[in-house]
């Protein structure tokens, strides 16, 4: 089984309308990551969550907001999807150890906004 | 916000070749990490470099880290079909006082041909 699963995998929307992503993991991380991709842009990261009380913007914020659940769940959610929000988004959990920071992504979901 | 620019962008060469892909910034990193991704999958890591200058040999693949921890290598002896995907180099910023999150370069999208 996935240790970091991504719920729907591919989601086809339409403008303005309202849209959650949903992240689950049994890694046991206490730290969570939302990232988007775009073709030559690499990952620029959304949100981010360091326990269940703590979250933080990340480099793009704007017209996204977060939900961690629980230290198991992050969920991002648009709350107005735009077309320009057509990307493909990661998850991602992360362990430090030993100084070194390791992040572990999910699969990836795949959102058209028409 | 600090940048890792990565090059080339693309690079298709012939199974058998050697390669080269470069990670570089103005900015100093404590470490700097290298993901593999393949095609409908998240990102995974390949290797940490943490000391200015380390060399280190993943089989076929050689990471360097330079020696004012700005930028990094990443070689390729003997390219096969199975190293085909989008590599990315990611930096842990100094300093960080423990709010540590990555910076994701733009990616190198490899193709080798069998």
């Known amino acids: 089984d996935a240790d970091v699963t991504q719920t729907p995998r591919n989601r086809i929307t339409k403008t303005g309308k309202r849209i959650m992503l949903e992240c689950s993991q049994t890694?046991?991380?206490?730290?969570m990551y939302w990232y988007r991709q775009d073709p030559g842009l690499g990952l620029r990261l959304i949100y981010y969550?360091?326990?269940?009380?703590?979250?933080n913007k990340g480099e793009i914020s704007d017209g996204y907001s977060v939900s961690r659940q629980a230290q198991a769940k992050f969920s991002l959610s648009l709350e107005s999807a735009i077309p320009n929000q057509t990307a493909l988004y990661f998850c991602?959990?992360?362990?430090?150890?030993?100084?070194?920071?390791?992040?572990?992504f999910g699969p990836g979901t795949r959102l058209l906004v028409l | 916000t600090q940048l890792l620019e990565q090059s080339p962008q693309f690079l298709s060469i012939q199974e058998g070749e050697n390669l080269t892909v470069y990670c570089n910034s103005s900015?100093?990193?404590?470490?700097l990490q290298w993901y593999r991704q393949e095609p409908g999958e998240g990102p995974v890591l390949l290797v940490t470099?943490?000391?200015?200058?380390e060399v280190k040999k993943l089989k076929r693949l050689t990471f360097q880290f330079g020696d004012a921890r700005k930028d990094s290598s990443l070689h390729i002896t003997a390219a096969q079909p199975g190293d085909t995907g989008l590599y990315l180099c990611?930096?842990?910023?100094?300093?960080?006082?423990?709010?540590?999150?990555?910076?994701f370069g733009t990616g190198t999208r490899l193709t080798i041909i069998p």
């Open positions: 470099v943490v000391t200015g200058g």
């Open positions: 900015s100093v990193f404590s470490s």
């Open positions: 969550s360091f326990d269940v009380k703590d979250i």
């Open positions: 890694k046991g991380h206490d730290r």
């Open positions: 990611a930096g842990l910023c100094l300093p960080n006082f423990g709010n540590e999150k990555l910076t």
């Open positions: 991602a959990t992360s362990a430090r150890t030993g100084g070194q920071e390791t992040q572990y």
